[in-house]
């Protein structure tokens, strides 16, 4: 078969468009960072050590282990929400004008900013990277009524939910969505309830990624899997937009992570682990994946989990449970080094969002188009 036939086929076609994007963020991304963390080293934008938890308590194994890293560059996740904004601008106002000028249509099919699918998460991801980027700002600068800077965790929480709500608001009353699916059983009408799942769904992934993002490359890792995998999902609901905005952010994760794998060059920050976070969950109820969405990241399960339970049992029973938490300084407190908890999260994650994609393709339903 012909060359030119080829690439007539629409699969063929998607697959290259998805795969291109992912190459051009990596590639972007990777040219942008030195130019971000020389200016992150020059303006002394680096992040403090946390010594106390959420309930005021020393955090002995926290200070212990990783007191070196206080100075080290933040606000890192500004990487990757602007590569994204910078690309899919690009993608549909200069990608059709150099598709006219070198004549290849190709470049024009490289648009994947589309009112359907990528204004509502790419709306998320900034406006939630926004306020993310004045909480480490204000953290750096010791500003704020948090003991040491930045926002009390009731102020973060409280924006977290303006923005679930609204988002909640827009699918139910707005696209009139209301159903959730199980895979390979069907979908289910739960009206109203559909609002207080979709907020628990975005609260859920926002502050899990924050939690998580708490050893070099950790959640980078975890976010760069999540995201590959629900392109894919994305990608066989036909919803192609949507799969190369997942490629993009997949492609900039990877980038980041060349940086970021320990000994961490710079940090994410609030302003990407939330908004990486947030904007994750929204694509989970985008493509009617939640419940595959737990699976992707069940290493949130157990990251968000293991807190509640420290600060439960601390609360009620005056013990802890773990020694440190998330659960991830357990294992440091317990002598594993930072890289093998980090490397075995990844296999955790590679393993069961492997499964979650097979689980959310062969037991789709109907989805939102």
Request: charge should be positive; glycine fraction near 8%.
């Amino acid at each position: 078969m012909e060359i030119a036939k080829i690439q007539s086929i629409p699969e063929i076609v998607n697959i290259l468009k998805v795969l291109s994007v992912g190459f051009l963020a990596f590639f972007l991304a990777f040219f942008l960072t030195p130019i971000l963390t020389y200016f992150l080293y020059q303006k002394k934008i680096g992040i403090k050590i946390k010594e106390n938890s959420v309930d005021g308590k020393k955090l002995t194994y926290v200070s212990r282990f990783h007191g070196h890293k206080s100075g080290t560059p933040t606000m890192g996740g500004i990487l990757i929400w602007l590569t994204v904004l910078i690309l899919i601008l690009a993608s549909h106002y200069l990608f059709p004008i150099i598709a006219r000028w070198l004549d290849i249509n190709f470049i024009a099919r490289l648009d994947f900013f589309s009112r359907s699918q990528t204004w509502l998460p790419l709306f998320v991801l900034i406006s939630a990277g926004i306020l993310g980027l004045f909480d480490d700002f204000m953290s750096v600068r010791g500003l704020g009524s948090n003991k040491g800077g930045g926002m009390r965790f009731a102020i973060r929480f409280g924006w977290l939910i303006v923005i679930a709500v609204l988002g909640a608001c827009w699918f139910f009353y707005k696209l009139g969505w209301d159903q959730i699916h199980i895979p390979a059983v069907g979908d289910f009408s739960i009206g109203f309830w559909y609002i207080p799942l979709f907020i628990f769904v975005i609260l859920f992934t926002a502050i899990s990624s924050n939690e998580t993002d708490g050893l070099d490359g950790l959640n980078g890792g975890v976010l760069t899997i999540a995201f590959a995998s629900f392109s894919l999902i994305s990608f066989f609901q036909n919803k192609m937009d949507l799969a190369a905005f997942c490629a993009v952010i997949s492609g900039v994760l990877l980038a980041f992570l060349w940086f970021n794998i320990y000994p961490a060059r710079f940090f994410m920050g609030d302003t990407g682990a939330i908004s990486l976070g947030t904007t994750l969950g929204v694509i989970a109820m985008l493509t009617n994946s939640a419940l595959v969405l737990f699976l992707i990241v069940f290493i949130y399960v157990i990251e968000s989990g293991s807190v509640a339970i420290q600060l439960f049992s601390k609360k009620f029973f005056h013990k802890k449970v773990f020694l440190a938490a998330p659960i991830h300084h357990h294992f440091e407190a317990k002598g594993w080094p930072e890289t093998k908890v980090t490397m075995r999260a990844w296999i955790l994650t590679l393993v069961t969002a492997f499964l979650s994609v097979i689980i959310g393709i062969l037991g789709m339903g109907r989805y939102h188009s």
